[in-house]
């Protein structure tokens, strides 16, 4: 299994950057895990669009799924070249029917619902769902795959059921959009230190901070983490590949 960093900024994309967006590979199948802001374009460095197979999404806000509208279009322009790529699965939850509608476009698209109290097949991996606390219906997803695992955090406040959730995951991304003397609970957001903490609970085995804020010194992020957590810790930026 391998993860590439698409984008990783909160709210909004950096200049010449994006927000949430990340690859999933193996043996062949390609997985986009949210879709935000300029995804679409930094995603051309590594596959192109009729190249996904699948794309999989935790909430409806821009960050996460404002590019899936170029994504319809980048495919049917595809199919125009000659190149006609299937229909491809949207795997998204429907609490919000008026978003969750939107994932299905023609026959480039197709929305389908995922029960998140209900383990979902993608390709060769399994992912399973915990509800998070943000201001919207949000879900973190813990992606399995012989033997290996991936937990995403996607957008929430720390809770402790984070902890079982993400127990001795090879790898946690997980989100820190305010820095340890902030508390991100009000706007649903982890702070460092939830990160950090969240990890050394879980015994995870590295761990990859992300959906980050654009202000202050980012190194500062990993700094204050690694009081919390003693595992291998890094940001997120775009490029980067984990391969598990």
Known sequence: MKLTVI?????????NEASSGYLLEHNGFNVLIDCGSGVLSKLQN?????????????HYHPDHNADIGV???????????????????????NLDQREFAKLTYKNI???????????LEVGPFKVTF????????????????????????????????????????DLLVCECNFYGNQSGKGAGHMNSFDAGHFAQAASVKQLVLTHLPHYGQLNQLVEEAIQKYSGPTQLAKEGLTITL
């Open 7 to 15: 984008g990783c900024w909160g709210g909004y994309p950096n200049k």
């Open 46 to 58: 590594f596959i192109q669009p009729e190249e996904l197979d699948a794309l999989l999404l935790s």
């Open 71 to 93: 994504l319809y279009h980048a495919r049917l322009i595809k199919g125009f070249l000659g190149t006609k790529p299937p229909e491809l699965p949207i795997y998204g939850h």
């Open 109 to 119: 698209t197709r929305g389908i619902a995922y029960n998140p109290d209900q383990p």
């Open 130 to 169: 915990l509800r998070t606390v943000h201001p919207v219906p949000c879900f973190a997803m813990r992606i399995e795959v012989e033997g290996r695992v991936l937990v995403y955090t996607a957008d929430t406040a720390y809770k402790d059921e984070l902890v079982s959730f993400g127990k001795d995951a």
